[in-house]
Nanobody, 120 residues
């Protein structure tokens, strides 16, 4: 089983930066496609960024150029560097993991979320 623990959220002023971290357990990190999603109350959870087990990254259009996703396979950790934050970025940010095509049984995992609040 894979467990995900997010950290790094907090309160920041518009224009500031935060770095979120997602620590994983389960010893199969190198077989996981990772992602960050966010959600506000009453709204749909939306994609922020993804990074494949092979290190290929992708971003939602509104995040491109401001956010950077990366992974450290030695530490079983995925990071989300967030710059030029806007009040609209305020949300609970969730870490996601999906087993890649090398894993026989597909699985999907979610962390508990970390709150990011951007003041205007």
């Amino acid at each position: 089983q894979v467990q995900l623990v997010e950290s790094g959220g907090g309160l920041v002023q518009a224009g500031g930066s935060l770095r979120l971290s997602c620590a994983t357990s389960g010893s199969i990190f190198s077989y996981l496609d990772m992602g960050w999603y966010r959600q506000n109350p009453g709204k749909q959870r939306e994609l922020v960024a993804t990074i494949s087990s092979g290190g290929r990254s992708n971003y939602a259009d509104s995040m491109k150029g401001r956010f950077t996703i990366s992974r450290d396979n030695a530490k079983n950790t995925v990071l989300l560097q967030m710059n030029s934050l806007k009040p609209d970025d305020t949300a609970v940010y969730y870490c996601n993991a999906k087993t890649d095509s090398r894993v026989a049984i597909p699985s999907n995992y979610w962390g508990q979320g970390t709150q990011v609040t951007v003041s205007s």
